[in-house]
């Protein structure tokens, strides 16, 4: 989705850093075999995450929703050097496209995939987190967070995606949309925490960035 005109939105893609040719491979192999490829980051968000992780230095990282592993490629190039990345799917269909990539890359070794329901595997990581990346189902939004804030370290991030929902945010309210119902609780509930500071970017569909005080 463009929130600015689509002229302007090339032109800020051009203008920022070029998408790496393992990733251009990906997306490319996504949009020929996977359903729904639009659940891709996609160069310009992926470049943001790169970016973001890179000024975080993360040592662990959390990502709910591994899709096909463009996303925690991106977050993995910021990695402290001994640094890891865990990533949860629950696509058993996915995890051999995710491999393939993650072993193509520099950051393999650091990657460590979990298949299975975020709800059941989140409370059983025996570590904190220093960036979490959540872009899993919306309406567990609330739930990832109240399993994960006490797991994340001071100073630590959590980047939430889709916050913006296609625009629905701003809409009048079906009663029986669930998804977006959570996405603006879930939105109040990062802005109203006073355990964070919280800033929305109006990125391709909302990405917020909110920091552990």
Known sequence: MHFISEKLDDYVVKHSEEEPALLKALTRETYQKILQPRMLSGH????VLSMLSKLIRPKVILELGTFTGYSALCLAEGLDKNGVLHTIDINEELVDFQ????????????IIPHLGSALDIIPTLE?????????ADKPNYITYF????????SGGVILSDNVLWSGKV???????????KIVLE??????NDTRLETVLLPIRDGLTVSIKK
Do not use: C, W
């Open 127 to 135: 570590t904190t987190f220093d960036l979490v990346f959540m872009d």
């Open 186 to 191: 879930y939105n109040a509930l990062l802005k």
């Open 146 to 153: 109240h399993q994960i804030i006490d797991k994340l370290n």
């Open 170 to 180: 701003i809409e009048e309210l079906n009663p029986s949309d669930v998804s977006t």
């Open 44 to 47: 310009y968000q992926g470049r």
């Open 99 to 110: 491999k393939k990539y993650f072993d193509k890359s520099d950051y393999g070794t650091q």
